[in-house]
């Protein structure tokens, strides 16, 4: 598949024992189940996803899959003591995750069973790596795991398997696809503002990471969604490019999404590595949150409708616009939404009052964190959760923005949309006035210009 040249080429450029992007899970053993059937389990999971049979070399500068039929897949099994359980699984789920694959020769599925003295099953310790599934592809692999540890539970027949997804991107049709969407690639790439493509200046210093946990966010998320019918994650990116626009002083903002094209029946279930890149252009305009939150969506739809092409061939285009504008263009900003954030259905409860979103500001948690990713982006927001609060993760060069302070604002910037429905200008007005009261400007830099020559909303 398309996508899986992209994680190759990634995978490749990281040193030995580097970060690995191996995405790591747990799934609870059932009372009554035995080891036996906790292994049948593994089993039968491993055979229902080509994706996690499969092994990968190269041949030509290109990946090359080959599903096996047969094979060993080793799995450990630790006895525990009471009490030691969170223990032993966080140990596991670290070494997992730190651990590359060989994929030339090694399955790239890892499982573990926790038991207790007794020989019990407490808990299943799954990881994969990301060649193999993406974030999506692993929640249904650990829901397939869920179900086969329950007895009497049947799966649905698979969905469509990553070869069968190939086959598919060479006919007529998907390269039709890819045609259109290269060409808006082509357009965005010749037209964006530099500020989205541009490198740094050398030396600008290394990237900051910061998370964020906030109920207030997931509650302000909801009373928007239930007004515009947007996706919490939709609304997010959104005014992320909002934001972005006014500490950049842009009136065009170009961020790069990671969009999984799961648009069809088949590929809703498809395990496999199924991330693209997506190019999101939203203009700011002098009109309300709400209408800006409209062009955003439809601007969205554009992004996802306009991603499925092959990445080296987008890089490609990324090399011709660095040749025909002068300017080095691995200075993007990317935004990466979990499968849980496309949620649209509102929800039955009582909605949020205005006055309980205000009173859960105090609970929001933001936490510098180590990161040692060369993502390839000098701004990379991680959309990790929107159920009761938002998880939020933010790297960025230190030069470009402060994450800490960026990850605030956009909370803000949320609350302030929905309350008073302002435009961009009051925004940066607002935005402006909250820093000189907060005393950030004594701070890390950020390049805020609230409304300036560049912002004039045309």
């Given at each position: 598949?398309?996508?899986?040249?992209?994680?190759?080429?990634?995978?490749?450029?990281?040193?030995?024992?580097?970060?690995?992007?191996?995405?790591?899970?747990?799934?609870?053993?059932?009372?009554?189940?035995?080891l036996?059937?906790?292994?049948?389990?593994?089993?039968?999971?491993?055979?229902?996803?080509?994706?996690?049979?499969?092994?990968?070399?190269?041949?030509?500068?290109?990946?090359?899959?080959?599903v096996?039929?047969?094979?060993?897949?080793?799995?450990?099994v630790?006895?525990?003591?009471?009490?030691?359980?969170?223990?032993?699984v966080?140990?596991?789920?670290?070494?997992?995750?730190?651990?590359?694959?060989?994929?030339?020769?090694?399955?790239?599925?890892?499982?573990?069973?926790?038991?207790?003295?007794?020989?019990?099953?407490?808990?299943?310790?799954?990881?994969?790596?990301?060649?193999?599934?993406?974030?999506?592809?692993?929640?249904?692999?650990?829901?397939?795991?869920?179900?086969?540890?329950?007895?009497?539970?049947?799966?649905?027949?698979?969905?469509?398997?990553?070869?069968e997804?190939?086959?598919?991107?060479?006919?007529?049709?998907?390269?039709?696809?890819?045609?259109?969407?290269?060409?808006?690639?082509?357009?965005?790439?010749?037209?964006?503002?530099?500020?989205?493509?541009?490198?740094?200046?050398?030396?600008?210093?290394?990237?900051?990471?910061?998370?964020?946990?906030?109920?207030?966010?997931?509650?302000?998320?909801?009373?928007?969604r239930?007004?515009?019918?947007?996706?919490?994650?939709?609304?997010?990116?959104?005014?992320?490019?909002?934001?972005?626009?006014?500490?950049?002083?842009?009136?065009e903002?170009?961020?790069?999404?990671?969009?999984?094209?799961?648009?069809?029946?088949?590929?809703?279930?498809?395990?496999?590595?199924?991330?693209?890149?997506?190019?999101?252009?939203?203009?700011l305009r002098?009109?309300?949150f709400?209408?800006?939150?409209?062009?955003?969506?439809?601007?969205?739809?554009?992004?996802y409708a306009?991603?499925?092409?092959?990445?080296?061939?987008?890089?490609?285009?990324?090399?011709?616009?660095?040749?025909?504008?002068?300017?080095?263009?691995?200075?993007?900003?990317?935004?990466?939404?979990?499968?849980?954030?496309?949620?649209?259905?509102?929800?039955?409860?009582?909605?949020?009052?205005?006055?309980?979103?205000?009173?859960?500001?105090?609970?929001?948690?933001?936490?510098?964190?180590?990161?040692?990713?060369?993502?390839?982006?000098?701004?990379?927001?991680?959309?990790?959760?929107?159920?009761?609060?938002?998880?939020?993760?933010?790297?960025?060069?230190?030069?470009?923005?402060?994450?800490?302070?960026?990850?605030?604002?956009?909370?803000w910037?949320?609350?302030e949309?929905?309350?008073?429905?302002?435009?961009?200008?009051?925004?940066?007005?607002?935005?402006?006035?909250?820093?000189?009261?907060?005393?950030?400007?004594?701070?890390?830099?950020?390049?805020?210009?609230?409304?300036?020559?560049?912002?004039?909303?045309?």
């Amino acid at each position: 598949m398309r996508a899986q040249t992209m994680f190759w080429n990634w995978l490749q450029t990281r040193p030995p024992m580097s970060d690995t992007l191996n995405l790591v899970g747990t799934c609870e053993a059932p009372a009554n189940c035995g080891l036996s059937e906790v292994l049948d389990a593994i089993r039968a999971l491993v055979e229902r996803h080509d994706a996690l049979r499969t092994h990968f070399f190269e041949e030509d500068g290109l990946p090359v899959q080959e599903v096996v039929r047969s094979g060993e897949l080793r799995i450990a099994v630790h006895t525990i003591r009471p009490g030691e359980a969170d223990t032993v699984v966080d140990r596991i789920k670290r070494a997992f995750e730190a651990q590359p694959f060989d994929m030339t020769g090694q399955l790239p599925v890892r499982a573990a069973v926790v038991t207790d003295q007794d020989g019990t099953p407490l808990t299943v310790v799954l990881a994969a790596s990301h060649m193999a599934v993406d974030g999506w592809s692993f929640q249904i692999v650990s829901d397939d795991l869920t179900a086969l540890l329950e007895p009497g539970r049947t799966l649905p027949p698979r969905a469509q398997q990553p070869l069968e997804r190939a086959a598919y991107e060479a006919t007529a049709g998907a390269l039709r696809r890819e045609e259109r969407a290269l060409r808006h690639w082509t357009r965005s790439l010749r037209e964006l503002p530099r500020t989205w493509l541009e490198d740094l200046p050398p030396g600008a210093g290394e990237p900051l990471c910061a998370d964020m946990t906030s109920p207030a966010l997931a509650a302000a998320l909801s009373l928007l969604r239930s007004r515009t019918r947007m996706s919490s994650a939709m609304i997010l990116q959104a005014a992320t490019a909002l934001l972005l626009g006014l500490y950049r002083d842009e009136n065009e903002v170009g961020v790069q999404l990671q969009v999984a094209p799961r648009f069809r029946p088949e590929t809703r279930e498809l395990v496999g590595a199924f991330n693209l890149p997506g190019m999101f252009r939203v203009r700011l305009r002098d009109e309300p949150f709400s209408i800006f939150l409209a062009h955003a969506a439809a601007a969205s739809m554009k992004a996802y409708a306009n991603c499925e092409c092959d990445p080296q061939k987008v890089a490609a285009l990324y090399v011709r616009a660095k040749t025909e504008r002068g300017i080095t263009t691995t200075g993007r900003c990317m935004v990466n939404a979990l499968a849980s954030g496309f949620e649209t259905d509102v929800s039955a409860d009582p909605p949020h009052s205005l006055d309980s979103i205000e009173k859960a500001l105090s609970q929001t948690r933001v936490t510098d964190r180590s990161l040692d990713l060369a993502l390839g982006a000098k701004f990379y927001l991680y959309i990790l959760d929107v159920s009761d609060e938002v998880l939020l993760r933010l790297s960025a060069d230190r030069k470009f923005l402060p994450p800490r302070q960026f990850l605030l604002d956009l909370e803000w910037l949320v609350l302030e949309g929905l309350k008073s429905d302002a435009g961009p200008a009051d925004l940066a007005t607002a935005l402006a006035a909250r820093r000189q009261r907060s005393g950030s400007a004594s701070c890390d830099p950020v390049p805020l210009q609230a409304p300036s020559n560049r912002l004039d909303l045309a």
